[in-house]
């Protein structure tokens, strides 16, 4: 059945967006009937009117040593530094229908690429309206400290950001996602033998907002390692994450806790694949959400798909809500409710970054999670 | 100091104290002790002001005021205390820290400055010392995985630091090892003040002996069944609470 006239204007005037353009008005944006979008109905969220963006900060000061400034009309490098080169490039999106979305709806495109052994700090700026496609190849032994910051504003922008990473490679990102329209992205890691990545993620969700993590193991000993957490209230957010151990002896980890207030709705679908030959993977998996308020909604979906026989995989999920004998003890110290619920509930996502090494990263996000969580507990 | 009248207090839908009536003056220790299940943690909740425990009918008065109507927190702010027969434990949260979020919410409800991190700091340890608290106890989180006698040691000493004017000690002493309850004890005593005053929950003459109690209250059923001196908790060790039973 072709939707063409249904279809929204979301594609950007590119050769991958022509592309995309075609097959979406052959299939359908991908709907609540797509498993991978059950609880998130894309074809509604992008249908929608999206409200203008407001952009609150402008031009704020660059905040690593390479920072891409990624706007609706063009994208701005800032910084430049011996043994990293910035090119333009196309996006090479088509695994699956989310990203030639994305790729179709993406106007601009570069591609960083770090030498070995070099060491870089990059942050990716997103203002609203954006959507930009980031590439960056990571040198041997190379490190990457990498910043995704979404200035918020509403609006509609997608981002997707691969990274493939040589051996012995390091990969720190950090990633706040708080803008409050509509926001599609992705983030995609390959990493060859020794390399690691690991991921702090927050996100305040927004009218829908769907997020992609989707890393591959493919060398001797390499290692993810994520720990994020969300924060909804009258908001959306979707996390779909896909880790795949392609080669024995690798190693994943990921936490995801979330707190919802009334109206809020998340969703958490994860999976580890273990390929045939991916023996002595160590690989778990752990979302906890907290309800808050009762109108609110959590949906989630952990999958183990693993081929492999000697292989030390778990997942745990729980939603559940505040201790209210623990909340009644606090009070009788003379704490307020609201002070002991968000002491909890702070306490509670503050566990996800307890393995985080990277200290700088932890307080500016639990920084922020405290400021948010003083707007969602009354 | 603190007066209770005709307490009439419901859980969850069912009765368990039956018109209650208790006084005491301040600068006096009363001890109450009753069979299991007679009431006496209900009490101490209702005082506290737990959700669900439901005031039927009576009234509860400290140094005049109603506290039935306070919010739990304006109550611990006016100056009461219940130190917990089973305390809770507080996941992430560090104890100094809970604490410190305590006192200095006390002391904004009452209109007051709040302490510093070094004068808190200098608070803390000094009780801590007094109550053989290690600095490790201090950073773990509240109680999490404490023992029976670490959690009411702790809650000793959040008293100490809290400094509250009335005291209700739901049996502090269970689960204290021999050293402990002097220890604890001393930490009660420490805190004996004309303008104080406090309730002892106890099932043991032991405690007794190191916290002298002005008066023994037997709570049965729901209701004071009777009242004395300090003598009449030795004659309840000897005896038991039988003829309270039959007689209830
Ligand atoms: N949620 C509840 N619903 C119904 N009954 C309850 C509930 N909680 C407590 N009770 C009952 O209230 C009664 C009094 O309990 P309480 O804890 O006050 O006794 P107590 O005197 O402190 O006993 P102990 O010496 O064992 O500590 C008991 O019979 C208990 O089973
Ligand atoms: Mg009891």
Request: glycine share 8%.
């Amino acid at each position: 059945m072709a939707l063409t006239n249904a279809l929204p204007d979301i594609f950007a005037p590119t050769k991958v967006g022509a592309r995309a353009r075609d097959y979406f008005s052959q299939n359908g944006l991908p709907n609540k009937r797509n498993e991978d979008f059950h609880f998130t109905d894309l074809s509604r969220g992008l249908s929608q009117e999206t409200e203008n963006a407001i952009i609150f900060e402008e031009n704020p000061a660059p905040i690593a040593e390479i920072e891409m400034r990624l706007f609706e009309d063009r994208i701005e490098v800032i910084g430049q530094k011996i043994g990293v080169c910035v090119e333009e490039t196309a996006p090479n999106l088509d695994r699956d229908v989310f990203q030639k979305l994305i790729g179709g709806m993406t106007r601009f495109s570069k591609k960083i690429v770090i030498d070995a052994n070099c060491n870089v700090a990059v942050s990716i700026i997103r203002f609203p309206n954006s959507r930009a496609n980031i590439e960056i190849a990571v040198g041997e032994n190379a490190t990457l400290n990498l910043v995704e910051k979404q200035i918020c504003g509403g609006g509609l922008s997608s981002f997707s950001c691969s990274i493939s990473q040589a051996e012995n490679s390091q990969v720190q990102v950090q990633t706040q996602l708080l803008g409050n329209g509509v926001d599609l992205s992705l983030i995609k890691a390959s990493l060859e033998s020794g390399a690691n990545y690991s991921e702090i993620l927050m996100a305040s969700g927004g009218k829908m907002v769907r997020r992609n993590l989707e890393i591959k193991l493919q060398g001797e000993g390499a290692k993810a390692e994520f720990g994020g957490v969300y924060l909804l209230a009258n908001s959306h957010f979707d996390f779909s994450s896909n880790i795949e151990h392609l080669h024995p002896n690798c190693t994943s980890h990921e936490v995801m806790r979330g707190v919802v207030a009334n109206g809020a709705h998340a969703v958490f679908q994860g999976k580890i694949l273990v390929a045939r030959d991916a023996q002595k993977t160590m690989g778990n998996m752990e979302h906890r959400a907290l309800m808050l308020e009762d109108g609110a909604r959590v949906n989630a979906k952990p999958t183990l798909e693993i081929y492999a026989d000697d292989v030390e995989c778990s997942h745990a999920n729980t939603i559940g809500a505040l201790d209210e004998s623990a909340l009644f003890y606090m009070q009788s110290r003379g704490i307020t409710k609201a002070s002991a619920k968000a002491l909890l509930t702070q306490a509670f996502l503050a566990q996800v970054f307890d393995a985080i090494s990277d200290e700088a990263a932890k307080n500016e996000i639990l920084g922020k999670v405290e400021i948010v969580l003083r707007g969602l507990i009354k | 100091m603190l007066k209770i009248r005709n307490l009439t207090v419901a859980v969850h839908g069912t009765q368990i104290l039956n018109g209650l009536s208790l006084e005491v003056p301040a600068g006096e220790v009363h001890a109450i002790m009753g069979p299991n299940g007679a009431g006496k943690s209900t009490l101490s909740y209702a005082l506290a002001g737990r959700p669900n425990y439901e005031v039927l009918g009576g009234t509860a008065t400290l140094n005049g005021e109603d506290i039935l109507s306070m919010e739990p927190e304006i109550r611990a702010a006016y100056g009461l205390f219940l130190s917990f027969q089973y305390p809770l434990e507080i996941p992430g949260v560090p104890t100094l820290t809970f604490l410190r979020t305590a006192l200095n919410e006390q002391r904004k409800t009452r209109g007051e400055e709040e302490v510093s991190a070094p004068a808190f700091m200098r608070m803390a340890r000094e009780a801590a010392k007094r109550l053989q608290i290690s600095d490790e106890m201090l950073k773990r989180p509240l109680n999490v995985g404490f023992s029976g006698g670490e959690k009411k040691r702790m809650e000793i000493f959040q008293m100490e630091l809290l400094a509250p004017k009335f005291m209700i000690l739901d049996e502090t002493d269970s689960g204290l090892d021999i050293d402990a309850l002097r220890v604890v004890s001393d930490g009660v005593n420490h805190m004996r003040a004309p303008d104080r005053a406090m309730l002892v929950i106890t099932h043991y003459q032991r405690l007794l002996d190191y916290i002298k109690p002005d008066k023994v209250h037997v709570l049965v059923a729901g209701r004071i069944a009777e009242s004395g001196g300090a003598d009449l908790a030795l004659e309840l060790e000897k005896n038991g609470y039988d003829k309270y039973e039959v007689a209830a």
